[in-house]
């Protein structure tokens, strides 16, 4: 690697990192906001309805008795954090995150952009000196702002529970849906202290995540890394710092601390790593701005302490990476596996608390509640029969019925046998019943099989 760069060539590494971060952030807002707007067939692609007991992924509907989805779900997303913390750090919160996200909007957008209440972008370790009317009239005014933009992220995250089309409807009749506006009130608020006045102690103490990236990392993962090769170590191996600026030869570090300056988290990333580090590389920027005016190049860099310490690339494929990727494919597998035996009739059987009615002519009944569930796009008429048990039939119903698509039928279902079946003087007999459910009106095959028992009574009775 070349340690000197011509002026213009050094100049644009300052902008780099940052100008890439800010586009990212917006192409992640656009699609947070736009992703429960989008549908596919009529359905959401991500929604998680309690309103409706569905799960909606990638336009296919699934109802409660299908959320087996959710497992292989949730195990993908906890291996997909592991590996992209394995593999490249906390990117997800340098880069990613609504926390990051929302205090560059509050921060450096409404506070310094608009607002001038902070001085400089490029000094985090500055406050407003709040003792000034005017300061405090400015962080009123920020907090306002703040808070219609957080009402507006509070009402996304609930467009993923309950669908943008419903969610204006049910906001037009407030006492009649009390407990959304009590969660989007409270996340509103939440929001609020948050990102105006917990801010990076967020990251700091109370993220979880901070806390587990000290577990997966390992000597290869990339994070935000100071060459102390190059600028000379200031702290020592216990963390104590030694001087301000290196006091040995060739060292390249001039002690300027910009990328302390700069810091959201307020650390010194020539310490080492951290957990207060989110990654966002903002340092990198800084301390680039201050090398290119000497023609080098910065002395952070978004690399391994191994290819630091052996001045080596990357090892991207590694035993780990490798283990992750493995799992996640065989998830990836499991799930579309999964969402293809989708069902598009779902069928609910209980018996009622009557265990069995005797009738004329030695004639046993059971009855049965059945809930049909129609999980297709089309409306269709449906019935149903006993599988391989030509003993028992089906008294009512006798006619066939129509179930509209998504909706629900509930019947009230007999089942009657005129032979004895006992095989008990004492007690009665349990006899294993299977049931098929289907659609007549369909080329495709749209049936369920479901088990339930028939009760008859014991000789004795």
């Known amino acids: 690697m070349s340690e000197h760069l011509s002026e213009n060539s050094a100049i644009f590494q300052v902008t780099q990192y940052y100008k890439k971060r800010y586009i990212f952030y917006f192409f992640v807002t656009l699609i947070i906001l736009g992703v429960p707007f989008i549908q596919i067939n009529g359905n959401q692609i991500f929604l998680l309805s309690f309103d409706h007991k569905q799960l909606h992924l990638l336009g296919v509907v699934f109802d409660t008795q299908e959320f087996y989805l959710m497992p292989f779900l949730l ?31 509050y921060r450096d957008l409404i506070e310094t952009k608009l607002l001038r209440l902070r001085k400089r972008r490029e000094n985090r370790q500055f406050e407003p000196d709040m003792s000034l009317g005017i300061n405090k009239f400015k962080k009123f005014i920020a907090v306002c702002i703040w808070a219609v933009l957080a009402l507006l992220a509070a009402s996304n995250l609930m467009w993923y529970f309950v669908p943008p ?9 407030p006492l009649e849906h009390k407990y959304l506006f009590i969660f989007v009130l409270g996340f509103t608020i939440f929001l609020v202290a948050d990102i105006a006045f917990i801010k990076e102690n967020f990251c700091i103490y109370m993220c979880p995540y901070s806390r587990v990236q000290s577990v997966l990392y390992d000597n290869d993962t990339i994070m935000t890394v100071y060459d102390y090769k190059r600028g000379g170590k200031i702290f020592d191996t216990k963390g104590v710092k030694l001087w301000k600026k290196p006091n040995f030869p060739n060292a390249e570090c001039t002690g300027c601390e910009a990328c302390v300056a700069i810091c959201p988290t307020h650390i010194d990333i020539r310490k080492g790593m951290q957990l207060e580090c989110i990654n966002c590389l903002e340092c990198s920027d800084a301390c680039a701005k201050v090398m290119g005016r000497l023609g080098k190049l910065s002395l952070i860099h978004w690399t391994s302490p191994q290819s630091i310490v052996l001045r080596e690339k990357v090892k991207y494929i590694r035993f780990k990476t490798v283990a992750y990727v493995v799992a996640l494919c065989l998830v990836l597998v499991g799930l579309v596996y999964m969402s ?111 088990n339930t028992i028939f009760i008859y009574p014991a000789k004795g009775q």
């Open 75 to 105: 195990i993908f997303m906890f291996l997909m954090i592991f590996f992209m913390t394995t593999l490249a750090g906390r990117v997800w919160c340098g880069w990613a995150c609504p926390h990051t996200i929302f205090r560059v909007i």
């Open 340 to 450: 293809s035996k989708k069902e598009s009739m779902l069928l609910n059987i209980n018996r009622s608390s009557e265990l069995y009615a005797l009738k004329e002519n030695n004639r046993v009944e059971n009855s049965y509640t059945f809930l049909f569930q129609n999980t297709d796009q089309e409306a269709h008429k449906f019935t149903f029969e006993i599988v391989d048990n030509p003993a028992i039939k089906i008294q009512r119903p006798t006619q066939p019925f129509e179930v509209k698509a998504g909706e629900k039928f509930r019947a009230i279902v007999v089942l009657y046998t005129d032979e004895n079946l006992a095989k008990d003087d004492q007690q009665d007999t349990n006899i294993p019943l299977k049931i098929r459910a289907f659609a007549l009106d369909t080329q495709k095959p749209i049936e369920v099989f479901r």
């Open 165 to 173: 089309s419903d969610f204006f409807v049910y906001i037009q009749n």
